[in-house]
């Protein structure tokens, strides 16, 4: 079904300017610098337009609005590194700084809230490729941001250039693959074939962790920087950024189960394998956790899938 809606949001130039020399991003974070006002615009899927501040006045890209949160600034670059739109975590520190006009240790080591709008399948486009921003967007420069209506008016127009601008090119899109977005017999603002983009590394972390309610599967542990989402069929195998794909697992155990040494059976038992004890004469740490089912989440489309357990007892695990 076509989203009904987008948002077009005004972006910092500097945040667009290191994105767009980026050529395979899956995702990207469009932080606030500050987390105190939650961001429900749009429902997920929608799409979220990057309106350039003045000089520049132009959509200079999009992507798919996919979640809101409120992290701290450390949690959000361990997530979504470079896609957070800076070269490491002291420059995209001191850029939230500068807007907070803060200082400070504390600060520094980004132990504060910011507003984490995190968006799919993003696409960046060259200077010859900006879109004029809608007609009725104010002047004034006090316009933060405005939702649109995709179906008629300025909204459809910069809809239907997206995705044009999307599809040529060449260029890589996190997407499912689909029909051509805009058929070739209709006119230019035709209608569009549905768009499914893809979760990213970062995305998949948050979802992961917010599934089995941010404790580790096996131990319950809860403290966020020890915790990692781990794929069960590995993404350089194939495996894909899905929760049914994950498991929330501390980080020591998470280094086990992709080494093998340990693994969660299709009944959802965490087993520790032989191998453990026999290569490094060890592990007594871990041996007392075999057997113990794991927690999982409520939902059923939410917990881990028993043929990609079995693949992983199968195909990773040493026993």
């Not at 003045?54 to 996919?66: R, V």
């Not at 768009?195 to 917010?210: D, I, K």
Request: overall charge neutral.
């Amino acid at each position: 079904m076509e989203p009904a809606r987008g948002y077009v949001g005004l972006t910092d130039p500097d945040w667009y300017s290191y994105l767009e020399r980026q050529t395979h991003l899956d995702e990207v974070n469009f932080w606030q610098p500050r987390g105190h006002r939650a961001f429900r615009a749009l429902h997920p899927g929608e799409p979220f337009f990057f309106k350039l501040r003045a000089p520049h006045k132009a959509i200079a890209g999009f992507g798919f609005f996919t979640r809101y949160e409120a992290l701290p600034a450390w949690l959000a670059w361990e997530c979504f590194t470079e896609a957070n739109g800076a070269a490491d975590f002291g420059s995209m520190i001191h850029r939230i700084l500068r807007l907070r006009k803060e200082s400070g240790r504390a600060a520094r080591m980004g132990e504060f809230l910011i507003g984490c709008i995190m968006i799919s399948a993003p696409v960046f486009f060259s200077r010859d490729e900006w879109i004029d921003p809608p007609a009725d967007w104010a002047r004034t420069g006090i316009q933060q941001g405005k939702r649109y209506s995709l179906h008629d008016g300025e909204g459809r127009r910069v809809w239907e250039q997206c995705l044009e601008r999307a599809e040529g090119g060449g260029r890589y899109w996190n997407v499912e693959p689909t029909e051509p977005l805009v058929a070739r017999d209709e006119p230019r603002y035709g209608t569009p074939s549905l768009v499914r983009p893809r979760m990213g590394q970062g995305l998949f972390r948050r979802v992961v962790c917010e599934a089995y309610g941010g404790a580790c599967a096996v131990t319950s542990e809860h403290s966020v920087p020890v915790l990692e989402a781990a794929h069960i069929v590995p993404y350089s195998q194939g495996g894909v950024h899905s929760v049914d794909n994950g498991l929330l697992l501390r980080q020591d155990l998470h280094r086990l189960f992709d080494r093998g040494y340990v693994t969660v059976t299709p009944d959802f038992v965490f087993r520790v394998g032989d191998s453990l004890r026999n290569e490094f004469h060890n592990g007594r740490t871990y041996y007392g956790l075999d057997g113990t089912p794991i927690t999982l989440p409520s939902e059923t489309a939410l917990k881990p899938d028993r043929e990609k357990l079995e693949w992983h007892g199968r195909m990773v695990y040493k026993g």
